[in-house]
């Protein structure tokens, strides 16, 4: 189709219009490492070698780039001294890496710990909030209504699920009175050498080395 006017200005135009297309999209980040020494290979950066670096660090996790960099830093003594970097601060330098090389392990450590704490928690809260229900299952086959029947097969694979997750239940009898495992609410006398516990009232229930709730009994104490 012909057009009119200027060339040139057509082509300014377009140029105008594939400028504002390119500043309507987002920036991303651009990290620039600025040391002068390679932590690779210890070496004194030249000006290429910087910017090849620096287009390698979009990649990958901070913390792993960190750790890989802090792993295979080794910087000779000899080398620096050669590159202009005296040994007492090669030294020094390599302090510093080991210095935060630890720091950086303490903390990973920690943060691995809070999370399995964290995880620890969030099943004992959801094992607590489940023991009502069980005491209401306990309940339901004391007066025969899970003999048998799907209500029956339901209240077995919810006690077995749970059993997964570290649930213990405490209910024997004829065992040592333990306070902290058991709570005593009736003393009997009884034919017995030490406190027993003769009958359990409500179950209680461990997780691991964890007492979620303790277990009320009947205790038989020595005449």
Do not use: C, W
């Not at 030249?46 to 960190?66: C, F, H, M, N, V």
Request: glycine share 8%; proline share 5%; no cysteine.
């Amino acid at each position: 189709m012909p057009h009119h006017g200027n060339e040139e200005e057509h082509g300014s135009s377009g140029s105008r219009s594939q400028g504002n297309d390119q500043e309507n999209e987002p920036q991303k980040p651009v990290i620039h490492d600025n040391r002068k020494v390679d932590p690779k290979t210890g070496q004194a950066r030249r000006p290429d070698q910087e910017r090849a670096t620096a287009g390698d660090s979009d990649s990958g996790d901070a913390l792993s780039q960190a750790e890989d960099i802090l792993n295979s830093v080794q910087v000779p003594a000899e080398e620096s001294v050669a590159q202009g970097v005296g040994a007492a601060e090669a030294e020094e330098l390599r302090n510093d890496l080991r210095r935060l090389q630890a720091e950086y392990v303490n903390y990973r450590k920690r943060v691995e710990r809070d999370r399995a704490v964290a995880g620890e928690m969030a099943v004992i809260g959801v094992l607590n909030s489940l023991l009502p229900v069980l005491d209401d299952v306990d309940a339901a086959r004391q007066h025969g209504d899970l003999a048998d029947g799907p209500f029956a097969a339901i209240a077995a694979k919810l006690e077995a699920a749970l059993k997964t997750y570290g649930l213990v239940r405490i209910d024997e009898t004829g065992v040592e009175f333990d306070p902290t495992i058991h709570e005593a609410l009736i003393q009997q006398p009884g034919d017995v050498e030490l406190d027993t516990v003769s009958q359990v009232l409500r179950a209680g229930y461990k997780s691991g080395d964890r007492v979620l709730r303790a277990a009320q009994v009947i205790v038989a104490v020595p005449a």
